[in-house]
């Protein structure tokens, strides 16, 4: 057991080089920089944080205002920008900051656009903004040489792989469950209309075909984070890594989430195969005129314990909140992908196929007469459908109804008339329609105005 | 070899995992033909139904004309007679939304109906002061003149305006037209319409603009897939009937309170008459059937795809809800519908609940089971 401890410890703080940070810095940034530039030109900062008149926003985190088109926008470009200046490695440490916190602000904003992608973003930016990523290969580097690294610690890359493993592993966890194992759904669904897909098509439309899919992604994803650590089969894992992900592109509407996971995953090969690829882009460079810095003196350099300590503590404090995220559901009563309490930050990738319709019943308390209040009249159709299967919007928009109809001096109870369709079963009432929703609160406790599904045949209980 | 065995045994592991195969392994001949049921509802639905629509607003403008060369209470019942079937041949393909009727068609479809916008607003129905104004004005009222007038000054509501009145007799609509002005109004009104209907009939036809030929080859699911805008459609229609065609008068929108001036077709007491035809156009539409032939549509794919609602077929589920739909607006015809939401309430208002069910039905259950996306927007998912 001391062996095994030592030995994880020597793995830890075990030197290794530096230019793997630089590598996976360069690319991370220059994803978010076109994944940026792709939002902003299909028009979809307009789409969902301009054009809406009214944004659902985060429990704790209500200060979020959405901001003046003009400065949405500016908002955006400062995000490209820092992302540019991160893959630069320029001003790095205000550049990582400044990429997380505008990242954040647009997460922030509407619940709405909540993608397991973007939380995924949200952390990876966390992570490096506590490590050295800028001491090679980097502007930083050119100006100070103070800051230049050989090496660093292992743990620092090792940091970068867990946050990716995270994903997968509990990605995978997440598809232990009846419907995605036992009814391979929504998998059925999805896949019965794309027997058209090439090559491969005509199979899709089998009963087995969904099976095997789902059976596979499951062991996909809790595996390939091991079969990536090992230098045997890394380039195996990375191969099946790269079919994966372009199936599941090519099968489904998950825009820039598979190009980032096969990039990303690059950082698992060996610092070797990174330098390979930095000395052929510097390479490149010369062909263009840029005189080559690989020549210059660096001295070998330890991290002194005092600067690591905000870093370690940072890192392992992110490390623990992952952690204990994904099991959160299992303190509430209702199915998960159902309620969805504690469905976001648990990496449910894929798992649902949710359709529903909700209205909300509005009555007067003093003249006893009913109405109805259609979500369309105030929301875009991307909200209402967003809307109409999520308990914790449903119940932030009645209160926005009561308010409104508060300032005008009228007394309502507002009732969520909501149906909602979950991987193929009959629609049934997601919300009690007795409950007046304006008296009910958010927060972490268990819903009781939330119904149970029906039919629930999840695993373990859940 | 050895070092493919991890990916070997990541597969074979996964294979032998394959839980309970479904009881009865499909028949690979017997998998669902998507294009055969497009080519089907466009053919033998969409198409012919635009032709009656284009060939009913010709009867309505031949109807218009006789009425103008001898005016007389024969005439006028004919022509009355002949805004009806038009209204009724129009509301039942009101839900074909796409193609030729979407976007860049809008403008003529706004022309033909009223509302294009959503919510709809039916009882913004003819601009009864503009028309009097331009009877009583100078210009010429020609075939150039209308085509460049707003919605609410032609096409049907403006044509029911003319010819129908709920609250006076037809000896009034008959002295009316004692000014030649509006007989010519109302012959430019009818000319119009029957060149916006034959418009969009030619559209589809290969002849013409040939959309079936699109909307047969867009056999996806995805956004933009004849099978996705049917879908969404089939599902705006029943909202647009619920919320703004009995739920809006019925005082739903407006604090309770009943507003009977809203209903569609006031004037000729035809608004129950068209909100039934809408059911029957989505339903015939859902089953692939023309006439008595019921040919391949959602109702098959539904089956095919094993939807079930309640231990019954989902399709079959939502054919019986339309017909009790059908029935509930049946029930309430002993008043027209804008006197009926003050007179007898509680029957509209089991309308309204039962048009809700039949909502929630192809809007949650039919779309979740084909697994269309039911929104407007390309965003990314998860």
Known sequence: MLTLRKSIYTELIRETPAHSLAFFRILFGLMIFGGTLRFMLKGWVDSLYVKPTFYFNYWGFEFVKPLPEWATYGLFILLALSALMVALGCYYRLSSIVLFLSFGYTELIDKTNYLNHYYFVSLMAFVIIFLPMHSSWSIDAMRKPGLRRLTVPNWMLLAIKMQLGIVYFFGGIAKIKYDWLIMAQPLKIWLSASTDFPVIGFLLDEPWAAYSIAWIAMLFDLTVPFFLFSNKYRPYAYTVVVLFHLLTAKLFYIGMFPYIMMTCTLVFFSPAFHGRILNGILRLGNIFGIRSRSGYYVEQKRFSKAALRIPVMMLGASLLFQLIMPFRYAFYPNSLCWSEEGFRYSWNIMLVEKTGFVEFNIKDKKTGKTWVEVPGDYLTPYQVKMLSTQPDMILQFAHFLHDNYAKKGQDVAVMADCYVSLNGRPSQLLINLGADLAKETEGLHAKTWILPLKEDRTLAGK | ?382
């Not at chain 2, 309505?60 to 004309?65: E, G, I, M, R, S």
């Not at chain 2, 009806?84 to 706004?110: C, H, I, S």
Request: net charge negative.
């Open chain 2, 1 to 382: 070899m050895k070092r493919l065995l991890p990916i070997l045994l990541l597969s074979a592991v996964a294979f032998s995992c394959d839980p309970e195969k479904p009881e009865d392994p499909k028949d690979p001949f017997d998998t669902f033909d998507r294009r055969a049921m497009l080519q089907n509802m466009g053919e033998n639905v969409i198409m012919p139904a635009l032709d009656f629509t284009a060939s009913s607003g010709i009867a309505l403008d031949v109807a218009a004309q006789n009425f103008a060369l001898s005016p007389s209470q024969i005439t006028l019942d004919k022509l009355q007679t002949a805004w009806v079937t038009a209204a009724k041949a129009w509301a039942q393909v009101e839900m074909y939304r796409f193609g030729p009727m979407d976007e860049a068609g809008l403008n003529t479809v706004a022309a033909i109906h009223y509302g294009t916008a959503y919510p709809m607003n039916y009882g913004s129905a003819a601009d009864k002061a503009g028309i009097n104004a331009a009877v009583s004005g100078s210009n010429a009222l020609d075939s150039a003149w209308i085509s460049i007038q707003a919605g609410n000054k032609r096409g049907l509501p403006a044509i029911e305006y003319l010819i129908f009145s709920k609250e006076e007799r037809d000896e009034k609509i008959l002295s009316d037209f004692s000014a030649p002005r509006r007989f010519s109004y109302l012959q430019a009104a009818t000319a119009d319409l029957r060149r916006n209907l034959s418009g969009i009939a030619n559209a589809w036809k290969p002849s013409g603009g040939n959309f079936i030929n699109s909307f047969v080859n867009a056999d996806g699911r995805d956004l933009g897939s004849s099978i996705g805008m049917v879908m969404n459609e089939l599902a705006f229609m029943v909202e647009m009937h619920k919320n703004e065609k009995v739920g809006r008068p019925l005082g739903k929108r407006t604090a309770g309170n009943p507003q009977p001036n809203l209903v569609e077709a006031r004037e000729s007491m035809q608004s129950l008459a068209l909100i039934k035809e809408n059911i029957r156009g989505l339903k015939n539409l859902f089953e692939g059937r023309s006439g008595t032939v019921d040919g391949s549509g959602f109702d098959d794919l539904l089956n095919h795809l094993g939807a079930e609602f309640a231990g019954q077929p989902l399709a079959a589920m939502i054919e019986q809800q339309c017909d009790v739909v059908i029935e509930k607006t049946d029930a309430i015809s002993s008043f027209p519908l804008d006197e009926a939401v003050t007179k007898i309430p509680p029957s509209v208002e089991i309308l309204y609940n039962e048009a809700k069910k039949l909502l929630v039905l192809m809007k949650v259950d039919a779309a979740n089971n084909i697994g269309v996306q039911i929104t407007y927007f390309d965003n990314d998912g998860d």
